[in-house]
């Protein structure tokens, strides 16, 4: 049986994201409800470090299968998306007006979290 040293050892991703009022919200995605917070990004990365200790320690104590972490290579990086034409249209002529691909802008979007309007707002 594998015991709290063993998983305490497993590399699970750790997802950090830096809040509007300058704290960090901190997830091992993994690791379902493994989360914490911290004002810096070294106070909260070690707060997601106890939170995965406690959260091993609890999933053990309770004979709660433990997940190994998901392997990158098994994403594609690719997925299709149907929208209805008046956003694909947006997307395209906001794509156009900044000089860059359809994909591009989206991938820019999804990872920053943004509206197309807030991306429009930048130009004024």
């Not at 200790?53 to 004979?63: D, G």
């Not at 860059?100 to 991938?107: A, E, G, H, P, R």
Request: aromatic residues 8%; glycine residues 4%; hydrophobic residues 35%.
């Amino acid at each position: 049986m594998k015991d709290i040293n063993y998983y305490s050892n497993v590399k699970y991703p750790l997802s950090v994201v830096q809040d509007e009022d300058g704290s960090y919200f901190v997830e091992y995605p993994d690791l379902k409800g493994c989360i914490s917070c911290g004002d810096t990004i070294d106070e909260a990365i070690s707060m997601a470090e106890d939170a995965k200790l406690n959260w091993l320690q609890t999933a053990i104590e309770n004979n709660i299968d433990i997940p190994m972490p998901k392997d990158l290579a098994s994403y594609s990086g690719n997925f299709k998306i149907r929208m209805p034409k008046s956003l694909h249209k947006e997307l395209a002529n906001t794509a156009k007006n900044e000089g860059i691909s359809m994909n591009q802008l989206c991938v820019y979007l999804l990872s920053k979290n943004l509206k197309l309007t807030d991306l429009n707002d930048y130009d004024k």
